[in-house]
């Protein structure tokens, strides 16, 4: 592979990574099971019993 050719693949890897982290995420963002039953609870009063008990 000659020179002029590993730089410029090493630059279109650079822009692609760089327009791949400004594109929109399709994924909503990560909420942890904790994080969900107190917003559950804000949301709902009632008391959520575990199975546990």
Not at 11 to 29: D, G, I, T, Y
């Amino acid at each position: 592979m000659n020179r002029r050719k590993k730089i410029n693949q090493l630059l279109k890897a650079h822009a692609k990574k760089a327009s791949a982290k400004l594109a929109p995420r399709s994924k909503p963002k990560y909420i942890s099971k904790a994080d969900r039953l107190k917003l559950a609870a804000e949301t709902n009063p009632e008391p959520i019993l575990s199975p546990e008990s």
